[in-house]
């Protein structure tokens, strides 16, 4: 069974910056990050594939940067200019199955999910 480790939520001033860190256990093919707020679906915000393939939520595009330390085995979600509506509880996900296509459509349909991390972002 992968763990998936979260660091780095916090809270912020819009405009402010937070650097999110997931450290998975074990081998992945897809990693991706996902948010939600209380009454919401769980929404992606951008993924990363094995090969360099990312993607990223169109509300995010431009602030937000995904990466990946493949010696650290640790996914990375760099937030600037952040706004009062990113605020929600960010969840690290990761697959061990083949195939881009959850880090393409940011579809919640990974394997592995971390615990979450609050990021607030106040006005």
């Known amino acids: 069974q992968m763990q998936l480790v979260e660091s780095g939520g916090g809270s912020v001033q819009a405009g402010g910056s937070l650097r999110l860190s997931c450290a998975a256990s074990g081998y992945t093919y897809s990693m991706g990050w996902f948010r939600q707020t209380p009454g919401k679906e769980r929404e992606g915000v951008a993924g990363?594939?094995?090969?360099?393939?990312?993607s990223y939520a169109d509300s995010v595009k431009g602030r937000f940067t995904i990466s990946k330390d493949k010696a650290k085995n640790t996914l990375y979600l760099q937030m600037n200019s952040l706004k009062p509506e990113d605020t929600a509880m960010y969840y690290c996900a990761a697959d061990d199955r083949g195939g881009p296509s959850r880090v393409r459509g940011l579809s919640p349909d990974f394997r592995y999910w971390g615990q979450g991390t609050q990021v607030t972002v106040s006005s």
């Open positions: 990363i594939y094995i090969l360099g393939t990312t």
